[in-house]
């Protein structure tokens, strides 16, 4: 079972990048920080400028060139199965 990430946390003095479901990278610079909050986040530079990031518009963050937090909290649970049975779907 793979280790689960913490649902609130604040990474301080740290560089990170987050990114976007659109593709796009927001990049912060060493002594920044970030704050989480189920799945929400604040995003708040070395200079004090904040930036909040929806749940729903980011896909990861990669804090100090290392460690990667992952989006679960936007997350949908797997749709069922097409054939149901679980049988091939070829006939016999």
């Given at each position: ?30 002594g920044?920080q ?52 679980g ?6």
């Open positions: 079972m793979g280790r689960r990430g913490p649902d609130v946390a604040v990474y301080r003095n740290c560089s990170f990048v987050i990114s976007l479901l659109n593709r796009e990278r927001l990049n912060y610079e060493a920044s970030l704050h989480l909050d189920h799945g929400e986040l604040t995003a708040i530079t070395a200079a004090g400028e904040q930036r909040r990031v929806p749940v729903r518009e980011w896909q990861d963050v990669i804090i100090n060139a290392a460690d990667v937090l992952t989006n679960r909290w936007r997350r949908q649970p797997p749709a069922p199965s097409p054939s149901g049975d049988n091939s779907p070829h006939a016999g």
